[in-house]
């Protein structure tokens, strides 16, 4: 059984027979993590749609420096364009959802206030829990291997957000209480603004507002889901059905 090549991130373009000084911390991840050796390969992507073969040229002490040998196209993304608005909820089920709906090909997420969010709006510490919402996003392209690193916006308020629109873009709120059910939307959807509460949910109040917009509210079916395992599983049935997951 052939080993899987490791991934990295570098963030800037990338040439064949180019040699590149990796940063801190993925030459901390290649020396003392995987414990990689000269000439052991490693698989470069640097958001675009092209993957780059490297190998390690020399090691020293926390210094690793690769070589690009070739490059290769591959476009793993979705045709179902899912920007998720999710609402801010408790640190490990926050960083969940957003590493698991980034592995399910969501596109773009907004991180948004609703009534029942239980954080600090402080500026300070919502600037830094975005930057590690990123390096969630980065470590779970590394994994799933996308080579495109989804955008995480700043985090916006729910009614600011909800207002906003795309072409094309089908509005939906999970809504426990709704009647309606992904079987019943529009048979062919390509682009998807989705709406998911935190613990506790929307109260009746932003359901309605949200609703004024043009957001349709959807169940997906008969319990009630923690907000994690809702994301997942709304972002897994709408990628079922009209994205590239199969069953």
Partial sequence: MKNRIPRIYINKNLKIHEKIVLNSPNAHYII??????????????????????????????????????EKEKKDIE???LIHLGL???KNEKMN??????????VHTITPIFSKHCNI???????????IYWKNIIISACQQCKRNIIPKINHVEDINLWSKQS???????????????????????ISCIRLLVGCEGGFSSLEIQKVMQNEFIPVKLGPR?????????????AFQIKFGDLSI
Avoid at 224 to 236: C, G, K, Q, S
Wanted: charge should be positive; glycine fraction near 0%; charged fraction near 25%.
């Fill in 166 to 188: 795309n072409k094309n873009e089908t509005k939906i709120v999970l809504n426990p209480t709704s009647s309606i059910t992904i079987n019943q939307l529009p048979k062919k």
């Fill in 32 to 69: 003392k993590v995987l414990r990689m050796n000269i000439e052991e390969k490693l698989e470069i992507f640097n958001n675009t749609n092209y993957v780059f073969l490297s190998k390690i040229i020399e090691i020293k002490k926390k210094i690793a420096t690769i070589l690009v040998l």
């Fill in 96 to 105: 969940f959802a957003i590493q698991k709906c980034i592995e399910l090909g």
């Fill in 78 to 80: 979705s045709s179902l």
């Fill in 224 to 236: 009630i889901l923690r907000t994690e395992t809702a994301a997942i599983a709304a972002v897994t």
């Fill in 120 to 130: 600090h709006r402080d500026k300070k510490n919502i600037l830094k829990k975005n």
């Fill in 87 to 89: 609402a801010i909820s």
